[in-house]
């Protein structure tokens, strides 16, 4: 049954990032209102058109595939420490699953696997697809569009480089809409690993985080503009990515190389963000209160109202507002393994539908450092500036995720 608050939140969202835009008088009601109908209309295409359950289902089934295939040539690698036969008796339950071994081999598959089909023209067609809707419906600029567009597939800094040549000519409106696009999505490499995660709470699990980011980029193109408003004056045309690999098995390699990178960063942030947050946890435990306070719990506290504006009954909110936290705090990684390791009575299945959409962004602290750095590199001169706006990134990204996760509770 559709969550009456959910329509609420609907328009709450978009006012909340209203009332922190830098200039509110910028701000189109128009534009906005049509950004809440694209997303409305979107859910109920893809979470109703006849045959879009069935490719879904398809999608699962490839899923099972590859994480079948990860996992035979991790056992070969690794042994019992990515699932292979014991030379030991398990005491604990659970004890022998090592996150290193059994959970980011499947990033390098992925990353393989997206680059091959980059090289071959499957994704760029995807993209280009995309990237004409989003551009005839928002009016923005053809490298927006497709930056937009990209970045269901690409992630947070991989998105905008498709754009490179077009990243120095982008006002200011443009560069923080990108941001925010990037910010409220997965990338393809990592929706197949959180998928495999969700999977076993939310039975097709693939085909609601891939409808949530597809969702979620009208609605973080309406947070922008409500939070940064202005006029695109850059280029109209949609770019053609360029080619760079000679072929598919140089696609295959590259793809095998920035995988690795990425597993490396994805273990090396863990790492640091939970030693930093328990630093952080510790101190907070000196405060005189009758339980202990964390910063994901804090976090959690801001995000109930949210969430329940998102469409999770109050009962279940401060759960589902935690979830929230440990995403904003640490990042969805280890929030989709928290949801995971609920008891089946903490959420109902309708509000783990609208916790996973919620969670399906790349909108934390850690990402925040990421784009930073990352789109810093591409643009030394305009750093400070990427600087000023990262944390109105994260926010947006945030309220972004939150609309599509209302839109799921409406018509879901």
């Given at each position: 049954m559709p969550a009456p608050q959910a329509l609420l939140g609907l328009l709450v969202f978009p006012a909340l990032a209203w009332a922190l835009s830098t200039d509110r008088r910028g701000v189109s009601p128009r534009r906005l209102a049509t950004g809440v109908v694209v997303q409305l209309a979107l859910g109920a295409v893809l979470l109703h058109l006849p045959g879009v359950e069935t490719a879904l289902l398809g999608l699962?089934?490839?899923?099972?595939?590859?994480?079948?295939?990860?996992?035979?040539?991790?056992?070969?690698?690794?042994?019992?420490?990515?699932?292979?036969?014991?030379?030991?008796?398990?005491?604990s339950p659970g004890g022998a699953f090592i996150v290193a071994f059994r959970v980011l081999p499947l990033v390098l598959v992925v990353s393989a696997l997206s680059a091959v089909l980059h090289h071959v023209g499957v994704i760029p067609v995807l993209v280009r697809m995309l990237a004409k809707g989003v551009q005839k419906v928002?009016?923005?600029?053809?490298?927006?569009?497709?930056?937009?567009?990209?970045?269901?597939?690409?992630?947070?800094?991989?998105?905008?480089?498709?754009?490179?040549?077009?990243?120095?000519?982008?006002?200011?409106?443009?560069?923080?809409?990108?941001?925010?696009?990037?910010?409220?999505?997965?990338?393809?490499?990592?929706m197949v690993l959180y998928a495999s995660l969700v999977e076993p709470v939310l039975p097709g699990a693939l085909?609601?985080?891939?409808?949530?980011?597809?969702?979620?980029?009208?609605?973080?193109?309406t947070?922008?503009?409500?939070?940064?408003?202005?006029?695109?004056?850059?280029?109209?045309?949609?770019?053609?990515?360029?080619?760079?690999?000679?072929?598919?098995?140089?696609?295959?390699?590259?793809?095998?190389?920035?995988?690795?990178?990425?597993?490396?960063?994805?273990?090396?942030?863990?790492?640091?963000?939970?030693?930093?947050v328990h630093l952080v946890n510790r101190g907070l435990a000196w405060l005189p209160t009758d339980t202990p306070t964390t910063a994901q719990g804090l976090a959690g506290l801001v995000f109930r109202p949210l969430v329940w504006l998102a469409g999770v009954p109050w009962a279940e909110s401060a759960v589902a507002a935690e979830l929230m936290g440990t995403k904003t705090i640490l990042n969805e990684f280890v929030a989709y393994m928290d949801l995971a390791a609920l008891p089946d009575t903490a959420l109902s299945s309708p509000s783990r539908r609208v916790v996973v959409t919620a969670l399906c962004g790349f909108a934390n602290l850690g990402s925040l450092g990421i784009l930073v750095g990352g789109l810093g590199s591409v643009l030394p001169d305009r750093r400070s500036e990427l600087a000023g706006l990262a944390g109105r990134a994260v926010i947006a990204g945030s309220l972004a995720t939150l609309s599509t996760a209302a839109v799921v509770a409406l018509v879901g």
């Open positions: 699962n089934k490839g899923v099972l595939l590859i994480e079948e295939a990860t996992g035979e040539g991790a056992r070969f690698m690794f042994g019992y420490l990515a699932g292979g036969e014991q030379p030991f008796e398990e005491r928002f009016r923005t600029s053809g490298p927006l569009a497709f930056g937009a567009a990209a970045s269901v597939f690409f992630g947070i800094i991989e998105g905008p480089l498709l754009v490179r040549p077009w990243l120095s000519k982008l006002t200011r409106s443009e560069l923080f809409a990108l941001m925010v696009c990037g910010m409220s999505t997965v990338a393809g490499t990592v085909g609601w985080i891939l409808i949530a980011s597809v969702i979620s980029v009208p609605a973080a193109l947070m922008a503009h409500a939070m940064v408003p202005g006029d695109d004056a850059t280029d109209s045309a949609i770019p053609e990515p360029d080619q760079t690999d000679a072929n598919a098995i140089d696609a295959m390699m590259r793809g095998t190389t920035e995988g690795t990178r990425m597993v490396i960063d994805i273990a090396a942030t863990i790492v640091v963000l939970f030693a930093t």
